[in-house]
T-cell receptor
Framework: GAGVSQTPSNKVTEKGKYVELRCDPI?????LYWYRQSLGQGPEFLIY????????DSGLPNDRFFAVRPEGSVSTLKIQRTERGDSAVYLC???????????????FGEGSRLTVL | SQQGEEDPQALSIQEGENATMNCSYK?????LQWYRQNSGRGLVHLIL?????REKHSGRLRVTLDTSKKSSSLLITASRAADTASYFC??????????FGAGTTVTVRA
């Protein structure tokens, strides 16, 4: 597509439930990133993929969070046993390649706003 | 953890005035980028400056980088109401992650 697409745009769930957030990156972009943004804060890095593999998942807060990108395009962020503290906007971004160290502009989606009641 | 810190946290200016915001970071970088975020929207890339560059211009934007002080500044000249947004600096190191600061919220009054 023309830009990074994220669904759903809004998700309200109850504490303890399972949630999936989807990201469809720009066609041809091999690098894909997930960030989390709390109100009034900057984006906080969660994980990035180069192709199908998670190149760095050091930002995932705990083992309730998991992300996949099975075919090197669409990615899904999965959150198990959601907690109220997981409420935030989850942003996805893509770029041509993580190898472009001296360029590497990220293209962001509009985000998925997660509210855990 | 966030690498960059923007200063000030918030800025209110009159249309036509210049807006300046600063970013400080902690570790060595390959490049530094500035992004804009309108309320409730995603981030949009504005400008990138490499670690071996000192100044860069793009339209009404001017970015400086001082690697010895680990700091950068973003200047928006002749501001417009449409420039009202949050502005974030982001640093890229060898680990390929882009680390963002907490942002500066700019309000341009008509």
């Amino acid at each position: 597509g023309a830009g990074v697409s994220q669904t759903p745009s809004n998700k309200v769930t109850e504490k303890g439930k399972y949630v999936e957030l989807r990201c469809d990156p720009i066609s041809g972009h091999t690098a894909l990133y997930w960030y989390r943004q709390s109100l009034g804060q900057g984006p906080e890095f969660l994980i990035y993929f180069q192709g199908t593999g998670a190149a760095d998942d050091s930002g995932l807060p705990n083992d309730r969070f998991f992300a996949v990108r099975p075919e090197g395009s669409v990615s899904t962020l999965k959150i198990q046993r959601t907690e109220r503290g997981d409420s935030a906007v989850y942003l996805c971004a893509s770029s041509l390649s993580i190898q472009t160290v001296n360029t590497g502009e990220l293209f962001f989606g509009e985000g998925s706003r997660l509210t855990v009641l | 953890s966030q690498q960059g810190e923007e200063d000030p946290q918030a800025l209110s200016i009159q249309e036509g005035e210049n807006a300046t915001m600063n970013c400080s970071y902690k570790t060595s970088i390959n490049n530094l980028q500035w992004y804009r975020q309108n309320s409730g929207r995603g981030l949009v890339h504005l400008i990138l400056i490499r670690s071996n560059e000192r100044e860069k211009h793009s339209g009404r934007l001017r970015v400086t980088l001082d690697t010895s002080k680990k700091s950068s500044s973003l200047l928006i000249t002749a501001s417009r109401a449409a420039d009202t947004a949050s502005y974030f600096c982001a640093t890229r190191s060898n680990d390929y992650k882009l680390s963002f600061g907490a942002g500066t919220t700019v309000t341009v009054r008509a």
